[in-house]
Nanobody
């Protein structure tokens, strides 16, 4: 069982920056996928970014060029640096881990609010 604990998030103005981080309670292997999803009120949860083996990254089109995902395998953490934030980025951000054998884990979520 993996527990994921997010930190960071909060309130920021339009155009500002914010970062969120996630720490896993057990070892995360370099082959496991780590990532972030988000869910805005009244909308479905959507992919923000993932990072896989060899630091191969994947971003939603809406955040490309603004967000950067990174991981530290030694510390079992994944982080998301968010720049040039927009009001439409307002959502609860969830940390995600997918083991190589398919098991998935989710954090409890952290609120990010961008004011206009």
């Amino acid at each position: 069982q993996v527990q994921l604990v997010e930190s960071g998030g909060g309130l920021v103005q339009d155009g500002g920056s914010l970062s969120v981080s996630c720490a896993a309670s057990t070892r995360i292997f370099s082959a496991d996928v780590m990532g972030w999803y988000r869910q805005a009120p009244g909308k479905q949860r959507e992919l923000v970014a993932t990072i896989a083996r060899g630091d191969r990254t994947n971003y939603a089109d809406s955040v490309k060029g603004r967000f950067t995902i990174s991981r530290d395998n030694a510390k079992n953490t994944v982080s998301l640096q968010m720049n040039s934030l927009k009001p439409e980025d307002t959502a609860v951000y969830y940390c995600y881990v997918k083991r190589t054998w398919g098991q998935e884990y989710w954090g409890q979520g952290t609120q990010v609010t961008v004011s206009s």
